[in-house]
Nanobody, 124 residues
Framework: QVQLVESGGGLVQAGGSLRLSCAAS????????VGWFRQAPGKEREFVSA????????YYADSVKDRFTISRDNAKNTAYLQMNSLKPEDTALYYC?????????????????WGQGTQVTVSS
């Protein structure tokens, strides 16, 4: 089992920045991909970004490319999502997830473990 705990969400004005953290515990995630998804009210959960834990290869949705940066700290077993130039449409509940690095990183079905989510609200 892998436990994931997100933190770092909050309320920010448009154009501002936030950094989300995802702390993993339990079994090793060395061979996993760790991803961020988000879900706004009335909308489906959507892929935001992912990182292969062993390779460091990163993936981004077009909507966040050049604004968001995903990274990981192996020693702390923690993934980060640096979000810059935030827009009101980025408002959502952001989830961290982990799954085997053998399936498409943008597919929610890849991920076996999910955190509880952290709320990000961007005001205009």
């Amino acid at each position: 089992q892998v436990q994931l705990v997100e933190s770092g969400g909050g309320l920010v004005q448009a154009g501002g920045s936030l950094r989300l953290s995802c702390a993993a515990s339990g079994r090793t995630i060395s061979w996993y991909v760790v991803g961020w998804f988000r879900q706004a009210p009335g909308k489906e959960r959507e892929f935001v970004s992912a990182i292969g834990w062993s390779t460091g290869r990163t993936y981004y949705a077009d909507s966040v490319k050049d604004r968001f940066t995903i990274s990981r700290d192996n020693a702390k077993n923690t993934a980060y999502l640096q979000m810059n130039s935030l827009k009101p449409e980025d408002t959502a509940l952001y989830y961290c997830a982990a799954g085997p690095y053998t399936s498409p990183p943008a597919a929610a079905g890849t991920y076996h473990y999910w955190g509880q989510g952290t709320q990000v609200t961007v005001s205009s």
